[in-house]
């Protein structure tokens, strides 16, 4: 049968050219888009309840999902350990694609999964109505009493992430990745642009605070931006636009990877120094609980 469909097929194909008329080329293919949707709201979907010997020392949130890092300390030893708790955006996340045993279970009378023999770490996930997943894992070996700990703290509430600055965006760039390390602290916002899908993990541009890797003597030719001391740097791989607020460097510049090749982004200058010039800053860079809800400033 097959076979006969694809005779006929070529026989009309070919009475087309004989007759002088060229078969119209079939439609493109439009390739399913299988990835998360752009972010429209920057606030977490979870927090981490008020818990004796547990602390919030780190945040994150991107178009895939989003995460904290939790700091357990025993009130005992003093001795500390990180923990982790992301959530999935909804339809992704999953124990699929888990190495080794996947234990089914539930918790607080949700579907659920549990590290088993072979895992590379302990791990618990919960899989919400919405079809996101919830997981806990630690950092130590044998943590599973820990990860119970941490999980019994997880509150499915809304809960801002704060940043250091107010930004203006130019036309074409949107947030990316949100990261916030309470501990030390600081904060980057990776930028995409749009055309680029702002929701991949390779962002165009990164605004930062506090970022150990950042040069607290940053290179560049000294000049002045929204009557702040700056510093433009405009080399062809890397440029940057660096700012001085209550006494501290803040980087805005394109992002790079480890490897080449590296090609010529001096183009996107203007853009970085319109980004640096709109910074408004939060009351002190030092406390986060001074900082601004990425919400307010990307929503």
């Known amino acids: 049968m097959r076979a006969s469909v694809l005779l006929v097929a070529a026989i009309a194909a070919a009475s087309l050219v004989v007759a002088g008329c060229t078969p119209a080329p079939p439609p493109p293919t439009e390739i399913p ?71 089914a279970t539930t918790y607080e009378g949700r579907p659920a999964v549990r590290s088993g023999a072979g895992a590379e770490a302990d791990y618990l996930m919960w899989r919400l109505e919405d079809d996101s997943w919830v997981e806990v894992s630690c950092a130590g070996l044998d943590s599973r009493t820990s990860i119970e700990r941490v999980a019994a703290a997880v509150d499915l509430e809304p809960t801002p992430i704060m940043i250091p600055f107010d930004v203006g965006l130019p036309d074409g760039y949107a947030p990316a990745e949100i990261v916030v390390d309470l501990d030390r602290p600081s904060g980057r916002v990776y930028v995409g642009r749009l055309g680029r899908r702002p929701w991949s993990p390779e962002a165009e541009l990164d605004l930062a605070y506090g970022a150990p ?22 080399t062809s791989t890397s440029p940057a636009v660096w700012v001085q607020e209550q006494g501290r460097w803040v980087y805005a510049g394109v992002t790079a990877s480890d490897t080449g090749p590296y090609p010529n982004r001096r183009s996107e200058l203007p853009a970085i120094r319109a980004i640096a010039e709109s910074f408004t800053f939060a009351e002190d860079l030092t406390d986060p609980s001074t900082w601004l809800a990425a919400d307010g400033v990307f929503g």
């Open 213 to 234: 890797e950042l040069s607290s003597d940053p290179p560049g030719e000294p000049t002045t931006l929204a009557g702040r001391p700056a510093r433009v740097d405009d």
């Open 33 to 103: 888009h299988t990835g998360p949707d752009a972010r429209t709201h920057w606030e977490l979907r979870h927090r981490l309840l008020d818990t004796r010997g547990l602390s919030v020392v780190g945040q994150q949130i991107d178009h895939g999902g989003e995460s904290t890092t939790v700091r357990l300390t025993d009130a005992a030893t003093n001795v500390s350990e990180d923990c982790f708790v992301a959530l999935s955006v909804p339809g992704q996340g999953g124990p699929d694609n888990k190495v080794g045993e996947r234990v």
